[in-house]
């Protein structure tokens, strides 16, 4: 069990190398960080591990991102949900109105120091609630 200052992150990304830059970030900052390829390793992850934030990239290989953020919803109500994408779906900001624990939206290439300023931000808040 981890200590309760430590924000709990899961990374869901199909692109490999980038999952592995966000969580060099994370980790340098004292996160514990569990990455998954898609919704099938992300669902097995959170039907058995408690997270406070989840990093989830809108188009994943393998299922739905929707999917994913609908069950933390359930099984980790708590938990928040920062969208990536490199894409223009919702970029009308509707994402919020589609996924009830999404708390930022933004472009797979923002600088991962700027995703782990997000992440810490969102983890202290959880922690504050």
Same mark, same amino acid.
């Given at each position: 069990?981890?200590?309760?200052?430590?924000?709990?992150?899961?990374?869901?990304?199909?692109?490999?190398?980038?999952?592995?830059?966000?969580?060099?970030?994370?980790?340098?900052?004292?996160?514990?960080?569990?990455?998954?390829?898609?919704?099938?390793?992300?669902?097995?992850?959170?039907?058995?591990?408690? +997270?406070?934030?989840?990093?989830?990239?809108?188009?994943?290989? =393998? @299922? #739905?991102?929707? !999917?994913? *953020?609908?069950? &933390?919803?359930?099984?980790?109500?708590?938990?928040? +949900?920062?969208?990536?994408?490199?894409?223009?779906?919702?970029? =009308? @900001? #509707?994402?919020? !109105?589609? *996924?009830?624990? &999404?708390?930022?939206?933004?472009?797979?290439?923002?600088?991962?120091?700027?995703?782990?300023?997000?992440?810490?931000?969102? @983890?202290?808040?959880?922690?504050? *609630?």
């Amino acid at each position: 069990m981890s200590a309760p200052d430590t924000t709990r992150v899961l990374i869901v990304e199909s692109v490999a190398e980038l999952a592995t830059v966000w969580e060099r970030h994370l980790v340098r900052q004292g996160m514990q960080v569990k990455s998954a390829r898609g919704q099938t390793d992300a669902i097995e992850y959170l039907s058995e591990t408690e +997270v406070d934030i989840i990093i989830l990239d809108l188009v994943i290989e =393998d @299922g #739905s991102a929707l !999917a994913i *953020s609908d069950y &933390a919803n359930y099984r980790h109500p708590s938990a928040r +949900v920062i969208f990536v994408t490199n894409t223009t779906f919702f970029s =009308d @900001g #509707s994402i919020f !109105a589609h *996924s009830a624990n &999404a708390r930022a939206f933004v472009q797979s290439g923002t600088p991962p120091e700027d995703l782990a300023a997000m992440v810490a931000h969102y @983890g202290a808040e959880r922690e504050a *609630s």
